[in-house]
């Protein structure tokens, strides 16, 4: 893909206000998708995350109730929700570290170090304190890059925030786990009747965001 192409694709996307219900996301596109998330980037590739696709219409529309009440909700052709991991113990690093073992195909024991090094600064570390932050901070990660990947498939979407976590735990079963409910991005296709879609995207521009040393 060309570099205009992206920046393209990126000002072409925005958070949209009003999918069409009637177009739908391919599979093939959708694995995509599903794929920049599991692929995204984190933490010593901890991936301290969980990924709810939410297929089921009826539940879409308890989540509705809860998002207060906007459309992209129940409208967007898909919609994810994203939870981040708010405890970390051994038993997980393990289960990682066995992974690349295994994936690799390499000796466990000559993992040992890197073992070592995520116990000491998640585990025994002062950022043991606060791992439900560190967990959000890389399920952000995984947002944008969902985002990105839409845009240059040409799929629009919109992250949401506006939501009442709590109640999402509930609906979706995470009550009880070591996952809570982060936020949002629904999937799709822009309607017409979506006044925002022709905007001019407003950002400031590079001096004032950027520091060149």
């Known amino acids: ?21 009637t177009k739908k996301i391919s599979d093939e596109d959708l694995h995509v998708l599903n794929e920049s998330l599991r692929l995204a980037a984190s933490s010593f590739g901890l991936q301290p995350w969980k990924f709810i696709l939410v297929n089921d219409q ?9 998002s207060w009440g906007q459309s992209q909700v129940t409208d967007a052709s898909h919609y994810v929700v994203l939870a981040y991991l708010t405890e970390l113990d051994e038993e997980y690093v393990e289960k990682f570290v066995q992974s690349i073992a295994q994936q690799r195909n390499v000796e466990r024991e000559s993992l ?42 040409g799929i629009d979407t919109c992250a949401i925030e506006g939501i ?24 799709g296709y822009r309607s017409d009747e979506d006044k925002y879609k022709d905007l001019e995207k407003v950002r400031f521009s590079f001096d004032e965001v950027f520091k060149v040393i």
């Open 1 to 21: 893909m060309k570099n205009e192409e992206i920046i393209k694709a990126l000002n072409w996307r925005y958070a949209t206000k009003i999918f069409d219900k």
């Open 58 to 66: 009826e539940t879409r529309e308890k989540l509705r109730e809860h």
């Open 112 to 153: 040992q170090g890197y073992f070592d090094v995520m116990k000491g600064a998640l585990i025994d570390g002062p950022r043991s304190k606060t791992i439900p932050e560190w967990s959000q901070r890389q399920t952000y990660i995984a947002m944008g890059q969902l985002l990105m990947t839409a845009a240059i498939q």
């Open 164 to 187: 009442v976590p709590e109640e999402y735990d509930k609906i979706l079963g995470l009550q009880g786990t070591k996952y809570k409910t982060l936020g949002t991005v629904a999937l």
